[in-house]
């Protein structure tokens, strides 16, 4: 929502674009290898990921141009590396804002500061401010260069139907109706994801009763990029407020409502100014600021009981529906188009069997349950459910004053990438060379030239310390490193160790007395893998 | 050892002077500071199992 007099794409900062439809004589009705519905974040990542593996794609969205509002602002490290992949993150790392730290605020006074894992062996820092209009356009940008990619604006999905075979979406833009058949289909709808609804499935999960508005101001405002936490503030008693800064000096105000407190008298504008001012005067800002845009949500962890239906696969918040305190919404749905964009990219030109697709689930639907159980602690801690929950965290804050151990308790501990340990594409551990563990994702190291993450092929990676074996797959590139070398080092490695790199950058497997035949006959059982 | 009467003392004297408002409070940060400083999370829990008997609420015997 935006002030009274300005339309919804009415920004102080951004320039909506506007997008035609196809014309009129365009062809529409070819089959498609991959259809995606919704080219928000999650959409155009997965497209740029079938890209970057040669496979075509259609992506189609009802929309003229892209989401309004800053929506989700925080990317974390494990997302640059995605958008590096997919060749967009130029723009990325000119405009966003890093940042490591975090501060937490019982009653007006410091109770917690907390710094997330960051080294110069990390190519990236651990989280990055930007508003989503930016990471939409500067997406949309490298799509605009990408043949391999036709999307298809102000185009709706009316009907669908799902065989064993594949699926026809009935289409309809302003020039008329058509029926689109597609080999797979990957559903970026979002949280009311109409494909979802039309295939009859449903969310499942838990409402948490925290239900915050969150509002951008523009002004000029003196403190760093830390992200702050303020626990029962006098702005708002009872309350949590959480502030981050963005480029273009915007500033995200969350604060959360209080208990009966009517959602619809609370997103009047009147009300979020009102709201607005108190906290910009708890935290000492009296200058002026304008209110450029506000939301309201609530504290859901929802989602579906397989990601994968036939030929549809869903990615992003169409499948599932977190919290926002753990920055887990666009992060993991970024996660989800990757993953599934390398495997069904090796699936249509035939290099794998369709039997790698059931990985999917497993490892994304099992990286939404891990940000459950984590969001759900932040969730208690941020909005506390109950008596006992509210009084436990109070006390923890009010001994936070003068004992840092309880200020612990309110670490949001939110940015690890998850483990594929259990996935049935990893392999077992057998008592590992150290270094990066199976299923979890590659630590980075800076090498002289760059960082180790440069050096990986576009598919599967065979890192192998000291003097490599001739070992020839067309999916697989190998690295040499040396036995001295940095890499070896860090990872306290003996000649001979090796690792399988997936191109996600998870790790598939390790060794420390790696077996050339072995590893190709792992690398061929996990790509022929049959449904 | 301990001076059990001793701390009786304290505690009492503290919740006095605290009032009823803010005596949840005060024993939630009292048995969170304790406990940390027990060090030992199993000895802990089976002290809050232990001070929760006989309070009212009874423990579903199916569990």
Known sequence: MRPAGRSELDSLYFTYPHFDAPAPDAPRTDPAP????????????????????????????????????????????????????????????????????GRSFYRGRQVLEFSMPDSPNDKYRPMYNIEQQYIEQYLWDAIAREP????????????????????????????????????????????????????????????FEGRYVIADVRMQHDYPTIRRALFDPACRPGGTV??????????????????GESEAEAISEENVRASVTA????????????????????????????????????IGDSAHIVPIFGVRGLNNGMADAQNIGWKLALVLSGQAGEGLLDSYTPERRGAT???????????????????????????????????????????????????????????????????PKPGAMM?????????????????????????????????LKVVALPAEGTVARAWGAAPGSAWLIRPDLHVAGRWAKAEPAAILAFLDALLERRA | MTDTETLYEALAGHLDTLGQ??????????????????????????????????????????Q
């Open chain 1, 279 to 314: 906290v910009l005067e708890d935290i000492g800002h009296s200058g002026p600021w304008d209110l450029e845009w506000w939301s309201i949500y609530s504290a859901n962890t929802l989602a579906l009981d397989d990601y994968r239906h036939g030929p549809v696969v869903f």
């Open chain 1, 443 to 475: 630590s980075d190291v800076a090498l002289g030239d760059g960082f180790l993450s440069d050096q990986m092929g576009p598919w599967f990676t065979l890192l192998w310390i000291g003097e490599a074996p001739a070992l020839t797959h067309p999916l």
């Open chain 1, 34 to 101: 991959v259809v995606i519905v919704g080219a928000g974040p999650v959409g155009m990542t997965a497209a740029l990921e079938l890209a970057r593996h040669g496979q075509r794609c259609v992506l189609i969205d009802a929309k003229d141009t892209f989401n309004d509002g800053s929506r989700a602002i925080c990317i974390a490290r494990a997302s640059y590396h995605i958008l590096d992949r997919v060749g967009a993150i130029a723009p990325f790392l000119e405009k966003s804002l890093p940042w490591t730290m």
């Open chain 1, 148 to 207: 391999l990619i036709e999307t298809r604006w102000q185009t709706r999905l009316e009907a669908i139907e799902a065989g064993a075979g594949g699926a026809v979406l009935t289409l309809a833009d302003p020039h008329g109706r058509y029926d689109l058949p597609a080999r797979w289909v990957l559903a970026a709808d979002g949280a009311r994801s109409t494909v979802r609804q039309m295939l009859g499935l449903r969310l499942r999960g838990r409402n």
């Open chain 2, 21 to 62: 408002d803010a005596a949840p409070l005060f024993l939630a940060k009292v048995a969170l500071a304790m406990g940390h400083a027990l060090g030992d999370t199993g000895r802990a829990l089976a002290i809050l199992d232990d001070c929760a008997q006989d309070l009212g609420a009874q423990p579903d015997p199916a």
């Open chain 1, 369 to 435: 349950l891990d940000v459950f159980a984590n969001a759900s602690k932040s969730a208690r801690f941020m909005t506390p459910p109950s008596f006992g929950w509210s009084l436990m965290r109070d006390a923890a804050l009010s001994l936070a004053l003068h004992h840092p151990w309880a200020g612990e308790l309110a670490n949001p501990r939110q940015m690890a990438p998850y483990t594929y340990d259990q996935s049935p594409i990893t392999a077992p551990d057998a008592g590992g060379p150290g270094g």
């Open chain 1, 242 to 259: 959480l502030i981050h800064r963005q480029p273009d000096d915007i500033w995200r105000i969350d604060y959360q409502l209080r208990d």
